[in-house]
């Protein structure tokens, strides 16, 4: 059974630096193929994919947003952390975490499968 | 980037109707295409894969097809749990690009 759960603070300050971790089980982040994906919605609009960290350490993101997000895996603890600086208000939004299910070679194309609930994170002084 | 875009935007429908969504790639994306439903409150779930192999646990009421830049979601026989937002995705590269959405309303 695979389980996604993301945690971190629901309100930040303009400028501030989010910081997001998400807690995951029934999967193994060294398995070929495999990543976890972070995904942002801002209220009302559509899924905006921010970056994936695959099982050999490999992060990618967006281009719109790479000044701003470093995303970085623990294995050890099953963990992945998002963090994106200078928060704005337009980055009010949900993020979730998400399972990147790939096969080896071709990592992460088999879609996302898995889902964190989801966390509303506010941007406001 | 890989741009996606879905049509129609909104579609209204009745139970038991059949529903076709499109989306298009703005470029080859081979079969690396995804199609997602999402219900307001909650995470995306996974309906397509790989244009149009069907995820565990999904009815079979809904099909996908396509390859290279234009695919399809159909919805067999609309059910009253359909009613949701539907997002295409790609996974052919990064970054990872999804669809604008199609909401799927009640007539």
């Known amino acids: 059974q695979i389980t996604l759960k993301e945690s971190g603070p629901t309100l930040v300050k303009p400028a501030q630096t989010l910081t997001l971790t998400c807690s995951f089980s029934?999967?193994?982040?060294?398995?070929?193929?495999?990543?976890v994906a972070w995904v942002r919605q801002p209220p009302g609009k559509a899924l905006e994919w921010l970056g994936v960290?695959?099982?050999?350490?490999?992060?990618r993101y967006s281009p719109s947003l790479r000044s701003r997000l470093t995303i970085t895996s623990d294995t050890s603890k099953n963990q992945v952390v998002l963090t994106v600086t200078d928060m704005a208000p337009e980055d009010t939004a949900t993020y979730f975490c998400?399972?990147?299910?790939?096969?080896?070679?071709?990592?992460?194309?088999?879609?996302?499968?898995?889902w964190g609930q989801g966390m509303l994170v506010t941007v406001s002084s | 980037d890989i741009q996606m875009t879905q049509s129609p935007s909104s579609l209204s429908a009745s139970v038991g109707d059949r529903v076709t969504i499109t989306c298009r790639a703005s470029?080859?994306?081979?079969?690396?295409l995804n199609w997602y439903q999402q219900k307001p409150g909650k995470a995306p779930d996974l309906l397509i894969y790989?244009?149009?192999s069907l995820q565990s646990g999904v009815s079979s009421r809904f099909s996908g097809s396509g390859s290279g830049t234009d695919f399809t979601l159909t919805i067999s026989s609309l059910q009253p749990e359909d009613f949701a937002t539907y997002y295409c995705?790609?996974?052919?590269?990064?970054?990872?690009?999804f669809g604008q959405g199609t909401r799927l309303d009640i007539k």
């Open positions: 470029e080859t994306i081979t079969t690396y």
């Open positions: 995705q790609q996974t052919y590269t990064t970054p990872i690009t």
């Open positions: 029934g999967f193994s982040l060294t398995s070929m193929g495999v990543g």
């Open positions: 998400a399972h990147n299910r790939g096969i080896p070679m071709l990592r992460g194309i088999l879609g996302f499968d898995y």
């Open positions: 790989a244009a149009s």
């Open positions: 960290v695959y099982w050999d350490g490999d992060p």
